[in-house]
């Protein structure tokens, strides 16, 4: 055992949180033996405080940042440990050296979106409060005063954001809020408790929440006196269940709900975007059936480099037997790649060839013109090609293809995550993200040989010649 692991079994005040963190390190990455010789080298009161030594356990997310914040942040998807990092910060305001000392925090406010989820989860849920408390530091629940009291004296009392008036006159010198972004009156709740967080010399705020494209969070996010840390369902995979994960990966990986409830990642509709989120998940299917005809089409970028633009490669199909008003039309992949070679993204673009039987591979030329062909038929010859050119902007482009959504022709297999974020940024005026909406050009354009130009030939009246 290192002097740094006799150190952390100790307890010793000296140790700060990042050499904890690297004891922790240290025994996680020894052997077996190593490991169990570490235990056994630990007394008994040692082996019961070792449990609710977070520092040792945490994971990087579920640490709070160092620096001069007023507002910590944690973004994670469902089950990444948000709860717990919640509740050992509160832990590491109100707790001093001994269970009697004094902590950084004494008036500590407890905001969840009901009183009911304040309580249950925050408090005695499986990863609340009561639960991390060690036996001789954890608090008193006090039922008709909704409050905890720790050995101590520092206080802790639960609010609901329905009721954002009875933060109206409370002071605190932290606040653990929960859920924020699933908030009923998020704006006035969070206004009131920011006029009662003005004790101590450095009142602090911790916000968990699962991300939602809400203004306030979005607002939060971006002030200077914010920081922040995140993490997906899967980083915590080691304290879920396995058919846990099973069961939610198998369902929403790869889609914009997934990305958002599993990823953790905050996904902004833009404001007269041409589709939205609420429409794509509408439009999803676990399989697509017997299909008609399948296409690739492939937006080339205009270099080869790391930085350069994707090359957007999308995979459609559509059933059109009957009149153009049973069409319906699968999106199933998004293949695009980035930062490779012509070559590479050729052959990336007939490999999902392959993949889906398709019948065409259909690509954009404005960039490269017949040296977009060239490069294709130098993977495969025979490929069946046929190369556009773009004659308006990609939002005038994109405009027809929106439509189809609207009318519910168009559905989506899973896994179209990346493809969507950039769906629902592209707006009338253009694109509203950052880069080039490589893939969004590659559904038009596969929409487009699909859909529009058939539906179009279809429709336009038969000349009859004597």
Request: net charge neutral; charged share 25%.
């Amino acid at each position: 055992m290192t002097d740094m692991e006799r150190d952390l079994a100790k307890g010793t005040s000296t140790l700060t949180s990042s050499d904890v963190r690297s004891g922790a390190a240290l025994v996680a990455s020894a052997d077996v033996a190593d490991r169990k010789a570490f235990l056994r080298g630990l007394s008994g009161p040692q082996l019961k405080a070792l449990p609710y030594l977070f520092d040792f356990w945490a994971l990087e997310h579920q640490l709070a940042p160092e620096g001069d914040w007023r507002t910590w942040v944690i973004l994670g998807g469902r089950g990444a440990g948000k709860t717990r990092a919640g509740s050992e910060w509160v832990r590491s305001m109100v707790e001093g050296s001994r269970p009697r000392d004094p902590g950084v925090a004494r008036r500590v406010g407890l905001i969840g979106e009901t009183m009911e989820q304040a309580r249950e989860v925050m408090v005695f849920g499986e990863s609340g409060i009561l639960a991390c408390s060690p036996p001789d530091r954890r608090p008193t629940w006090i039922a008709g005063r909704q409050m905890l009291v720790w050995p101590n004296g520092a206080e802790a009392r639960l609010y609901s954001a329905f009721d954002p008036e009875r933060l109206r006159g409370p002071q605190f010198d932290a606040v653990w809020a929960d859920e924020f972004a699933k908030w009923p009156k998020a704006q006035e709740t969070w206004d009131m408790m920011q006029f009662g967080l003005r004790l101590g010399k450095k009142p602090r705020a911790c916000v968990t929440t699962t991300p939602k494209n809400v203004e306030i969070l979005k607002d939060l996010l971006a002030r200077s006196s914010t920081v922040q840390t995140h993490a997906s369902t899967q980083d915590n995979r080691a304290y879920l269940a396995d058919g846990f994960l099973e069961e939610v990966q198998e369902r929403y990986a790869g889609t914009r709900l997934g990305r958002q409830e599993l990823d953790g990642v905050l996904l902004a509709d833009v404001d007269g975007a041409l589709w939205t989120s609420a429409r794509l998940e509408r439009c999803r299917v676990n399989k697509a059936p017997q299909l008609d005809r399948i296409v690739v089409a492939v937006d080339p970028p205009a270099g080869a480099s790391a930085k350069s633009d994707a090359c957007g490669i999308v995979v459609a199909g559509i059933v059109s037997q009957g009149p153009v008003s049973d069409w319906k039309i699968y999106v199933l992949e998004d293949a695009s790649v980035q930062g490779v070679s012509p070559n590479e993204w050729a052959a990336a673009a007939i490999a999902a060839m392959d993949r889906h039987g398709a019948d065409r591979l259909v690509a954009e030329v404005n960039q490269g013109g017949a040296m977009v062909e060239t490069i294709v038929r130098s993977i495969d010859p025979a490929v069946p090609y046929r190369g556009v050119h773009a004659t308006r902007g990609k939002a005038m482009r994109a405009e027809p293809v929106a439509a189809l959504y609207e009318q519910g022709r168009v559905r989506h297999a899973f896994g179209l995550g990346a493809l969507e974020d950039e769906m629902c940024q592209m707006t009338a005026e253009g694109y509203a993200g950052t880069g080039s909406p490589d893939r969004v050009d590659a559904l038009v354009w596969a929409l487009t040989d699909l859909f529009l130009e058939p539906a179009k030939r279809w429709r336009a009246p038969q000349v009859r010649t004597l």
